[in-house]
């Protein structure tokens, strides 16, 4: 049932790619630079071409950047790649200067330029920091990584070990990342990588013990790729997801989904016997791949813990005032088999031929792209309800900046607090918040083409 996919199969090993001139950049700061820039590195398995990236700190994922609850986290991003960029720090309930969304909070860094970015870590919970230009090509070369702000007490686990699930697109030829601008992936379900990763290795492995209790955050880094993960030689609970405690734990059954940009933190225990192994499955299709293999040795105790307590909420979160809430209604249309009557796009009225030849192919609220004006403004401390409604033929994970929101569910309840969800063809699903944050926040669908062909609006807090 369990396969290690070879991939590339069939090419020859090529000569190494020269490194990439890193441009060295001086600086008598104090701030901690984050340096963007391309690098080599070695994603496909041993013997295949290496493959240049455009990485934080020159590796894909970026460096790790692990800070306190409550602390305050400052990075000086620093541009040492081709074109303007800029830094988003997902799911961060943040200053609205610092969101790194160019065109909207700030212009892109240019190259050789840089940017300090400043802000207060108010959760705790697993979050990720990616470029915001060009962001369909920019994060699919590697501008992306993990953001770990850490509870005050941690929980009861013997290790935590945090997976960046992405998947790249290489040239079997070249091992060079490619296909950027193909129109299908702009008009059908994204750009999908033919090698599936985590933290940047393909066939990660790692060794665990009998009995072990691991805190596994996971990330879904990638442009379009919907993760569908099971376990097994591991049983246990997912406590968070898009950084936020779950009230209780929750157990894992048979299998559970990453959207791209969202993120799980679980715990686990190791129930593979001493000498066996364990997987973390990625299901496709049916067949379970082995996307991260623990091989057991040992044991940590003779038995199994008692199940874990819930994380500690993040702060000032609750979604109240339904009842009196805003209401607001985002209806996505567009995308291959049914595209759209007319849109406005650039401020003139299209039809879906005539978008599709600018490489535009999504409509939300019959406009392409970011609207001139905001989708709606809310009034800080205002509760507001936005009924999403998918009539295309394909899922969008819609993202919101700088809040954390509700699923409000067909029978009145409310849902885990999430950054980002995942609404499937034909799916009207409706989400609520307190717009407490002020700024202009973006609010998008993280199918990084889809963003980048027309799926991307914009609310105001006052
Ligand atoms: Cu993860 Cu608008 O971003
Ligand atoms: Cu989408």
Avoid at 439 to 457: K, P, Y
Wanted: proline fraction near 6%; include cysteine; glycine fraction near 10%.
């Amino acid at each position: 049932m369990i396969t290690r996919r070879s991939m590339l199969a069939g090419t020859a090993a090529l000569a190494a790619v020269p490194l990439a001139g890193r441009r060295a950049l001086a600086s008598n700061l104090a701030v901690e630079e984050l340096t963007a820039a391309p690098a080599t590195v070695q994603i496909a398995p041993e013997g295949y071409p290496q493959t240049e990236i455009w990485g934080y700190g020159g590796v894909v994922p970026g460096t790790e950047i692990r800070a306190r609850q409550g602390s305050r986290l400052r990075r000086r991003l620093v541009n040492a790649l081709p074109e303007p960029t800029s830094l988003h720090w997902h799911g961060i309930r943040i200053d609205n200067a610092m969101d790194g969304v160019p065109g909207v909070t700030q212009e892109a860094v240019p190259p050789g330029g840089d940017f300090l970015y400043e802000f207060d870590l108010p959760d705790a919970g697993t979050y990720w920091y990616h470029s915001h230009n060009q962001s369909y090509e920019q994060v699919a070369r590697g501008l992306q990584g993990a953001l770990i702000v850490e509870e005050t007490e941690a929980p009861d686990i013997d290790r935590e070990e945090v997976f960046v699930l992405d998947d790249f697109r290489l040239d079997p030829e070249t091992g060079q990342i490619a296909g950027f601008g193909n129109m299908h992936d702009f008009s059908h379900g994204g750009r999908i990588g033919n090698i599936a990763v985590t933290n940047g290795i393909f066939n990660k492995t790692l060794g665990a013990r009998h009995n072990e209790r691991l805190r596994l955050r996971l990330i879904n880094s990638a442009n379009a790729r919907i993760f569908e993960l099971a376990l097994q030689g591991l049983e246990g609970w997912i406590v968070a997801l898009d950084g936020m405690p779950l009230e209780a734990p929750q157990p894992i059954g048979e299998s559970f989904l990453l959207a791209p940009a969202q993120r799980a933190d679980l715990i686990v225990d190791v129930t593979a016997e001493d000498g066996a192994e364990a997987h973390l499955l990625r299901l496709e299709g049916g067949e379970g791949f082995s996307h991260v293999l623990f091989e057991v040795r040992g044991s940590a105790s003779a038995s199994r813990r008692a199940a874990p307590a819930a994380l500690p909420p993040n702060p000032d979160m609750e979604v109240a005032g339904l009842e009196e809430a805003l209401t607001s209604r985002l209806h996505m249309e567009g995308g291959a088999m049914r595209g759209f009557q007319t849109a406005t796009m650039d401020g003139r009225e299209v039809g879906f031929r005539d978008a599709a030849q600018n490489m535009k192919f999504w409509a939300m609220n019959g406009m392409v792209g970011m609207p001139e004006e905001p989708l709606f403004i809310a009034e800080r401390g205002r509760t507001v309800r936005v009924v999403m409604q998918n009539d295309t033929m394909f899922p969008h994970a819609m993202h919101l900046h700088g809040h954390h929101f509700r699923e409000v569910l067909p029978d009145g309840g409310l849902g885990p607090m999430r950054d980002t969800l995942l609404v499937f063809g034909d799916e009207s699903r409706e989400i609520a918040f307190v717009a407490h944050n002020p700024g202009e926040w973006v609010f998008h669908c993280h199918m990084l083409t889809h963003a980048a062909s027309g799926m991307m609006t914009r609310m105001r807090v006052l």
